[in-house]
T-cell receptor, first 114, second 116 residues
Framework: AQSVSQHNHHVILSEAASLELGCNYSYGGTVNLFWYVQYPGQHLQLLLK??????LVKGIKGFEAEFIKSKFSFNLRKPSVQWSDTAEYFCAVTLSGGYNKLIFGAGTRLAVHP | EAGVAQSPRYKIIEKRQSVAFWCNPISGHATLYWYQQILGQGPKLLIQ????????DSQLPKDRFSAERLKGVDSTLKIQPAKLEDSAVYLCASSLDPRGGTDTQYFGPGTRLTVL
């Protein structure tokens, strides 16, 4: 069965530090990849997604992610975090050609201290 | 544009009781999803509707969970009878067109269920 692994459950950073959150998936076929974010008290919302083309994808609020097919990875990065980036981040996949069933990782809680 | 609406936001029940959740998707979205998110885990798809029809209910515990989507708009998810392990946040999401697997899903605020 397909699965998604997020390496870090909790990350604590100071403002201006760089961020990289790991995500790996297990599936032999073609996938579409997503990062969703949930800010405190808010809904889950899309940060960025990749389904084809340039494997470096840019999303909202300065986030980017790189798809490395050989490593089955889709890591999320931001060069300089802000206190407002404190949130829970979820990596997810759907199967290409499928019906949009999102398979989520367990999430990473990020706390950014001023 | 109005987002996905869910009610109630919180519900506390005792085990073996019944409970129902309601979802109103974004206008014009043909696809509606119900996810279960247990504390410390990512959301897990329970059921997916395309208009009135069920696309995927492979992870729905059908002995106690049921869902319907009347007239291809609103949806209700019911649990009868509830068990302690059903304590979770139930998320509703909607999207325009699920074909191909690239469509963005828009999530509601969720219903937090506590079963005592």
């Amino acid at each position: 069965a397909q699965s998604v692994s997020q390496h870090n459950h909790h990350v604590i950073l100071s403002e201006a530090a760089s961020l990289e959150l790991g995500c790996n998936y297990s599936y032999g076929g073609t996938v579409n990849l997503f990062w969703y974010v949930q800010y405190p008290g808010q809904h889950l919302q899309l940060l960025l997604k990749y389904f084809s083309g340039d494997p470096l994808v840019k999303g909202i609020k300065g986030f980017e992610a790189e798809f490395i097919k050989s490593k089955f990875s889709f890591n999320l990065r931001k060069p300089s975090v802000q206190w407002s980036d404190t949130a829970e981040y979820f990596c997810a996949v759907t199967l290409s050609g499928g019906y949009n069933k999102l398979i989520f990782g367990a999430g990473t809680r990020l706390a950014v201290h001023p | 544009e109005a987002g996905v609406a869910q009610s109630p936001r919180y519900k506390i029940i005792e085990k073996r009781q019944s409970v129902a959740f309601w979802c109103n998707p974004i206008s014009g979205h043909a696809t509606l999803y119900w996810y279960q998110q247990i504390l410390g885990q990512g959301p897990k798809l329970l059921i997916q509707f395309q208009n009135n029809g069920v696309v995927d209910d492979s992870q729905l515990p059908k002995d106690r969970f049921s869902a319907e989507r009347l007239k291809g708009v609103d949806s209700t998810l019911k649990i009868q009878p509830a068990k302690l392990e059903d304590s979770a946040v139930y998320l509703c999401a909607s999207s325009l067109d699920p074909r191909g697997g690239t469509d963005t899903q828009y999530f509601g605020p969720g219903t937090r269920l506590t079963v005592l």
